[in-house]
């Protein structure tokens, strides 16, 4: 049976991975609602552009996007630095880093999943809405969001696993630092790396196979419930 | 009173149209498909914004070209029915009722909860959710959700349009009844012979987006017959 209890180290893997991914989430999912909104609903100059930017991090090496992220954000970094001395804030080597680096890698398939789901509302509904009094903020919280939790739910599931595997913007950004910034992949890799350590790396890559499946199918079934409920 | 008249270029054709309705009492829009009568509702109720004109209910006015006046659809006060009910799917019928009610001070209303569901008979639907509801039942929790809001005028846009002909003598009792338990005009948006016969004093014929005729169904009766 002791095959099947964590170690330590894999513990403390585990833990710091769903911590990092739970952050990454909460703190894009705001943001990605309001641009999902804005891609799905607003016509205006530049919304290519938008939607390319947004897009980026699907299309570039991670590692890309991990390095961008040290030279705006680094300690010496264009923003970094600045908002470290204004705020105290800093990203440079930290879960933090790890966090936000986890969240621009997952920011593109959160908002195309919740945009694609805003697309489907019928506006009508939201025009029936307005002539019966609501006002644009109303609408939007009574309306459109109800209606797009199905894609919410997509998006959050797909963001958080997307978190879980993130690998090459974390180690460029945030280094590979054992309780801070080490999440199971970076564990994975570590292992990799020291003579012996196959059977430690096998036992992670199954860990973090369950992980990955409890995600997706607890996605599977909220969205399930949520649609029924939504068709009465 | 409604008055109106507003210009609206749309793709290819021009919405030009000025008349005005009665004080209360059904106006039948009346004409083929594509003639501008749902965008020339959809003007009143903000969902459109004219090009030029004048838009005023009981002399106020929503929108005036000239004076840059153009209320946002939620301060028009308009009960808007859609022909496709347009129903809040993740709502149940009770909660779709008093959406727009809820949103009106209590000194506004004019009509009570209670009263509109009686009137309109769907009182044994209040828990469910639309998508549960026959296509008739849905008018009507489409009409009472309008008409819970305490409207200055009442919009229909074809709201029998979606329904068999058996649906159609289900709900029809019921528009019926409105010009007499409320005293305020209705528009009413068809182009069904019957359902104008049935229900309007007044009609105003459209046709590719210009007004044709005006005036009491009566007598506009014979050239209808000729359409």
Redesign the interface.
């Given at each position: 049976m002791e095959a099947l209890t964590l170690t330590p180290l894999e513990t403390e893997a585990l833990r710091l991975s769903l911590w990092i991914s739970v952050w990454a989430v909460a703190g894009s999912l705001p943001i990605g609602i309001m641009l999902a909104w804005v891609l799905a609903r607003r016509n205006f100059p530049g919304k290519t552009l938008l939607d390319g930017l947004i897009h980026l991090p699907l299309v570039l090496p991670p590692v890309v996007i991990g390095y961008m992220l040290l030279v705006l954000l680094g300690r010496k970094g264009m923003l970094g630095e600045p908002l470290y001395r204004a705020f105290g804030i800093s990203f440079a080597f930290n879960w933090k880093g790890a966090a936000l680096a986890s969240a621009v890698v997952a920011f593109p398939l959160l908002v195309r999943a919740i945009r694609l789901s805003m697309e489907a509302v019928d506006q009508g509904l939201e025009a029936a809405a307005r002539t019966l009094g609501a006002g644009p903020m109303r609408v939007f919280f009574t309306i459109t969001i109800p209606l797009v939790v199905p894609g919410i739910i997509t998006g959050i599931i797909l963001a958080f696993a997307r978190s879980l595997g993130e690998f090459g913007a974390t180690i460029t950004f945030v280094s590979n630092i054992p309780g801070e910034t080490r999440t199971l992949p970076l564990a994975l890799y570590t292992l990799t790396q020291i003579p012996g350590g196959d059977a430690g790396a096998l036992r992670l890559c199954v860990i973090s196979v369950i992980v990955a499946m409890l995600a997706l199918m607890a996605s599977e079934i909220l969205t399930r419930r949520v649609a029924s409920k939504l068709k009465g | 009173m409604l008055e109106i008249k507003v210009k609206k270029r749309l793709g290819g054709f021009t919405v030009d149209v000025a008349f005005s309705t009665g004080v209360a009492g059904v106006t039948a829009l009346f004409g083929r498909s594509g003639a501008g009568k749902t965008s020339v509702i959809n003007m009143v109720?903000?969902?459109i914004v004219p090009d030029e004109g004048l838009i005023a209910v009981n002399g106020t006015k929503l929108f005036d070209s000239k004076q840059s006046i153009d209320v946002?659809?939620?301060?028009?006060?308009?009960?808007?029915v859609?022909q496709?009910g347009?129903l809040?799917?993740?709502l149940t019928v009770k909660s779709n009722l008093v959406?727009?009610m809820n949103?009106?001070p209590r000194a506004q209303r004019y009509v009570s909860y209670d009263q509109v569901v009686d009137l309109l008979g769907i009182g044994h639907l209040l828990a469910?959710?639309?998508?549960?509801l026959s296509g008739g039942e849905k008018q009507r929790v489409a009409i009472g959700?309008?008409l819970l809001?305490s409207p200055s005028v009442m919009l229909m846009d074809e709201p029998l349009a979606s329904l068999d002909i058996e649906r159609k003598g289900e709900v029809l009792p019921f528009i019926a009844r409105l010009p007499r338990e409320l005293s305020i005009p209705i528009l009413y948006v068809s182009h069904s012979l019957d359902e104008i016969l049935n229900l309007a004093e007044m009609v105003v014929l459209l046709d590719a987006g210009k007004v044709v005729a005006t005036g009491a169904v009566k007598d506009l009766m014979s050239r209808f017959k000729r359409m």
């Open positions: - | 109720a903000g969902l946002p659809p939620e301060k028009r006060r308009c009960g808007y859609f496709d347009r809040f799917p993740h959406y727009g949103l009106v469910r959710r639309p998508a549960k959700r309008a809001t």
